[in-house]
């Protein structure tokens, strides 16, 4: 007796399955490194601070737009629309709205973690004040995002780009990508500004500055999507098809969120901590440590400490050496006593 299964076939006519497949994919690789950047802090400073509540909720809504990028998929995006009924391509076009919003919320919350990061990296005046201002940038950025995409079209259908009563989608969606990679280039300059200061040899000092410059991943990936929308937006045959014509883009705007968590977290990976076995904190945490602290070429100081866990041990061990100390008397004789003698 054989049973049948129901095989899914990729084709030009159906990328559903390669959409869902990056989609799961990209999902635990933020899960994975969130997890991996709130073990170690917890393993190595017993806290977590404000950086990591900001990537916890640009997790949590990573997760939400996952899901709704799965409901997409299996409502019939990847697939023409003319093969799908009318109430399966609105159910696509809610859910694909839903999951815009979404991915602008997770993405500005990454960029809020990086800020809150640098904040407590470099105790700068001018590097604060600096950071303030890229803070105040990336949280504009959300709010135009997401006010956007929320009134894309008319209400009370504000999810149905199959009416005429729309924003100019290709209009809008430059403004906020051009946006997006400005504030990107914000945060890495500042970034390997603030790095490029320390006194430290030169490799390590490469090594923890490529660590920040892999955030370039995240505008690479936005450029890419970017430049797929402009070719699907410029063709007729994808431009008019609303579930399959657009699905180079959206996957990619998958994959610019994905590496948006990821690249906030590697700074704190184990190779990271216990490899080069250095750390940035703030420099009133280490005077009050009594950690020396490292100048750096403009006079503006940075703290460096050995923030391995067997280091830490070693430092907070009490010191439990037997001290040896002996002592003689000496005696001093008249020498008239000791000649007569």
Request: glycine share 4%; charged share 15%; hydrophobic share 45%.
């Amino acid at each position: 007796m054989s049973t049948q299964l129901d095989q899914v076939i990729l084709s030009e006519s159906n990328r559903t399955p390669i959409v869902q497949v990056i989609v799961w994919f990209c999902l635990v690789t933020s899960f994975l490194a969130f997890i991996t950047h709130a073990g170690i802090k917890l393993y190595v400073f017993r806290a977590l601070r404000a950086e990591s509540g900001f990537l916890l909720v640009s997790l949590v809504f990573c997760i939400a737009q996952s899901i709704a990028a799965l409901l997409q998929c299996g409502y019939g995006f990847g697939k023409p629309s003319v093969t799908l009924s009318s109430n399966d391509v609105q159910l696509t076009l809610k859910a694909e709205y839903a999951a815009t919003i979404l991915l602008f919320i997770s993405l500005g919350f990454s960029k809020l973690a990086i800020v809150a990061f640098v904040h407590n990296l470099t105790p700068s005046k001018l590097h604060r004040k600096i950071n303030y201002g890229v803070g105040a940038l990336a949280c504009l950025w959300l709010l135009c995002a997401v006010l956007v995409a929320v009134f894309e079209c008319r209400v009370p259908r504000t999810w149905d780009r199959s009416l005429d009563r729309c924003l100019d989608r290709f209009t809008w969606w430059n403004a906020i990508s051009i946006f997006n990679i400005v504030t990107e280039v914000a945060i890495i300059a500042l970034e390997l500004g603030i790095t490029a200061q320390l006194r430290v040899t030169r490799q390590r000092k490469a090594s923890i500055m490529s660590l920040f410059a892999c955030r370039f991943l995240v505008l690479i990936a936005t450029a890419i999507q970017l430049a797929y929308f402009h070719q699907e937006k410029n063709n007729p045959a994808t431009n008019n098809d609303l579930t399959l014509g657009f699905w180079r883009s959206i996957l990619c705007n998958q994959i610019v969120q994905c590496l948006a968590i990821v690249t906030t977290c590697l700074p704190y990976t184990k190779i990271f901590m216990e490899g080069f076995e250095s750390g940035l904190i703030r420099i009133d945490d280490g005077r009050r440590r009594g950690d020396y602290a490292s100048k750096g070429y403009s006079g503006r100081e940075y703290q460096l400490m050995d923030v391995s866990r067997s280091s830490q041990a070693r430092r907070s061990a009490p010191d439990k050496s037997i001290n040896v100390s002996k002592s003689w008397a000496v005696s001093v004789e008249p020498a008239g006593r000791t000649q007569s003698s």
